[in-house]
């Protein structure tokens, strides 16, 4: 396995961080946070940073940042760009640096100390950002501003985001009254703490509705090794001789797939679908209907019928209308498609003389089964051919090389959070060092599910700050001494989560409001969406698919097969994925007099009210526990990977026409796309890129959708 191929050969260029000017801040010395960090690219010193850190960095921060936006409000100086909007943007340096490490740490590593320290905050920042929205003083100025806008000889970008801030400003209440504004604070304070508590109660939820089982030949089809995990998990829980095994993150369980018992398939399924939802200290069923009613509110102070109508105003695609059309379009040949996979389950079941009818906890199962005879493989030949190190650095850094002409070269020297993330500088093709890239691959006890990246310090032309980008995924931990096998999901996911790791790292904006993923939410998971298109190019798969023992490349009879097998299963993907964005529409086109009193029953009105009531495939995510819509930034938003895949499909059609895999492709995408961040609208530069607007053809073509 050759780890040298794509390192960089150059020196790497020298970056000092040029510092805009910050104001004192009180902190002692001693306080990691104190001062922006002196390690390149202000990359954050996670060994200097001490858990009482964090507190007294965020008070100070956002005192700082306060007084700063009390001067920018009371300047007596007439407003101007300038002394308005820069300074605006220049302003909340230190809360910013503590933000960051914090907001990222709480999701990767957290700590006891740590989800007290969100409880306590989530309220105190949130009354923090509508002191900002909600100055009188300071809204006048931006008005005044915007409304003068045509007749300021502003760059593009800089009257993009005096645009950007009126709307910001307008949209998070300044236009209310004053007695509306104080309602608005209630509700935004209380808003923070429920979405605080709903994040908490599903990460504890993972651990406590463990499925634990008396004997190990129940579970017979896992590994010597993961049943050995799950007797040493039952051990920590006081249940020596006993098997647990954490139900995490989405509906289906990774291990449904491999368990012969179908009655242990069958109590798995029910302890992962009842998370949240069956009392006890950790159900989030009053969390999910207080949300609901407290966001129905907000939305109508607003003036909006319902938070859909609020949240999608906002997006590229701007109406609950637009959003349900398309749902309701794709929801019928999604579920025909499921029903036509379920038929042949049923069929692989009824051969075997199973006896019974296909449910929610056979899927897995039984589809790999169908896999493999379809197509005459199965998902675990694939895995020795996708080690972890050799899919990074052959395959995700070897096809950024090929695109976009970026080498890697790994770096120990830098402090990490846990012993297992790893740090690479990022060189452009003309050798200058363009970013840093954390990889945090392993799943932990303390790390939220999912994947995801996030910036720790984000591109700016005007803070001359350049970009320290993380991915985040969940792959079990092999135990010492073994390779990391990948699955098919996992290797796709880290090629996705790379996507957006370069529509960050790319990112060439003056402003910090423009910086990389900060566009529409229904946006942002296009250029990640594109990337994964690497992970089945044939130059690409070649590269990295080499067995982990003997480096011989995966057999290309083997190969064919992965990339014929590309859409099988989709009618269940499409379909689990749409009844969750479904439920999330549901809930936030209700306005406050329809909260319903009964989350299960609502769910399931929704489900068979959209027709994808289909009980062998439930919703990606139930109600009580989808933390995108109900504790991240997805709420009424999660159509939006559906959405922007429309434009990934369009644009995988453009790489495809224009030759595939070349430098001048990946060139034009980054310079018309990936490095604009969000400096304009979303859609124009989607028509800039493509040279007309995306079509759906090819959208429904890949998820099988195309056949009536
Ligand atoms: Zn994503």
Redesign the pocket.
């Known amino acids: 396995m050759n780890t040298n191929l794509i390192i960089a050969a150059g020196v790497a260029a020298v970056f000092s961080v040029a510092h805009a000017a910050e104001p004192a801040s009180m902190l002692p010395a001693s306080n990691a946070f104190a001062k922006a960090s002196t390690l390149p690219f202000g990359y954050p010193p996670f060994d200097q940073i001490k858990n009482e850190d964090y507190g007294p960095a965020f008070a100070e921060g956002m005192r700082v940042n306060a007084a700063e936006i009390e001067a920018i409000a009371n300047n007596k100086q007439p407003a101007t760009f300038e002394n308005t909007i820069v300074a605006m943007e220049k302003a909340g340096q230190l809360l910013s640096r503590v933000s960051s490490v914090f907001g990222n740490l709480s999701g990767a590593n957290t700590n006891d100390s740590f989800k007290a320290l969100e409880r306590e905050l989530s309220p105190k920042l949130a009354a923090h950002s509508d002191a900002i929205r909600l100055n009188a003083k300071l809204y006048a100025r931006i008005k005044s501003l915007y409304d003068k806008r045509a007749k300021l000889h502003l760059d593009a970008e800089s009257l993009y985001v005096l645009e950007r801030y009126n709307t910001d400003f307008v949209r998070a209440g300044a236009k209310l009254s004053n007695a509306d504004k104080e309602k608005l604070k209630a509700l935004n304070s209380e808003l923070a703490q429920l979405s605080t508590s709903f994040a908490q109660n599903v990460l504890e939820e993972a651990n406590a509705s463990a499925l634990i089982v008396d004997t190990r030949e129940e579970l017979a089809g896992m590994s010597d090794k993961a049943i050995d995990a799950a007797a040493a998990d039952a051990a920590k829980r006081g249940l020596a001789g006993k098997f647990a095994i954490p139900v995490v993150n989405t509906t289906g369980q990774a291990n449904l797939a491999v368990l012969t018992n179908r009655a242990v398939r069958e109590r798995l399924m029910a302890a992962s679908l009842a998370r949240g939802s069956h009392g006890g200290k950790y159900d989030n069923t009053q969390v999910v209907l207080k949300t609901a009613k407290l966001r129905a509110e907000k939305a109508a102070l607003l003036g909006y019928a319902n938070y859909a109508a609020y949240s999608l105003e906002d997006q590229t695609a701007h109406t609950p209308e637009a959003v349900n059309k398309m749902l309701s379009e794709f929801a019928r040949p999604a579920v025909a498609n499921a029903r036509k996979e379920g038929a042949e389950i049923q069929a692989v079941i009824d051969k075997e003389n199973g006896g019974f009818q296909l449910a929610a906890h056979d899927w897995s199962f039984y589809s790999d089964k169908v896999r493999a005879e379809r197509f005459n493989f199965d998902q675990n030949q694939l895995r020795p051919y996708f080690e972890l190190n050799n899919v990074l650095t052959n395959g995700v850094f070897f096809a950024a090389n090929k695109v976009y002409g970026l080498t890697f070269k790994e770096r120990k020297d830098l402090p990490v959070y846990d012993p297992d993330v790893r740090v690479w500088d990022v060189f452009d093709a003309d050798g200058k060092q363009l970013a840093i890239f954390i990889g945090d691959y392993y799943a932990r006890s303390n790390k939220r599910g999912g994947?995801?990246?996030n910036a720790y310090v984000s591109q700016s032309k005007l803070m001359g700050t350049h970009p320290v980008i993380a991915n985040h995924l969940n792959i079990p931990k092999p135990n010492a001494g073994e390779p990391t096998l990948l699955t098919y999901d996992e290797l796709r996911t880290a090629f996705?989560?790379f996507?957006?790791a370069l529509h960050g790292m790319f990112s060439d904006v003056n402003y910090p409001r423009c910086a990389g993923t900060r566009v529409p939410r229904d946006f942002?998971?296009f250029p990640?969406?594109v990337n994964e298109m690497w992970s089945v190019w044939p130059e690409v798969l070649s590269n990295y698919a080499k067995h982990y023992q003997t480096g011989e490349p995966m057999p290309q009879a083997l190969l064919d097969k992965v990339i014929a097998s590309k859409k099988f299963n989709e009618g269940y993907r499409t379909t689990e994925y749409l009844a969750a964005s479904i439920l999330d529409q549901k809930w936030h086109q209700l306005d406050a007099s329809q909260i319903p009193a009964d989350v299960l029953a609502f769910e399931a009105a929704s489900l068979k009210a959209a027709g994808v009531d289909y009980a062998p495939v439930p919703p990606r995510y139930r109600t009580t526990y989808f933390s995108h819509v109900f504790a991240g930034g997805y709420s009424a938003g999660y159509y939006g990977?559906l959405w922007s895949e429309k434009l990934d499909a369009d644009t995988v059609n453009w790489f495809t026409e224009n030759g595939g895999m070349l430098r001048k492709n990946g060139d034009w995408f980054r310079k018309m796309l990936l490095s604009r961040g969000g400096s304009m609208d979303a859609m124009q530069m989607f028509r800039n890129f493509r040279g007309r607007d995306a079509r759906i053809e090819p959208l429904l073509e890949r998820r099988g959708l195309t056949e009536k």
């Open positions: 994947a995801w990246m996705h989560e996507g957006h942002v998971e990640s969406q990977y």
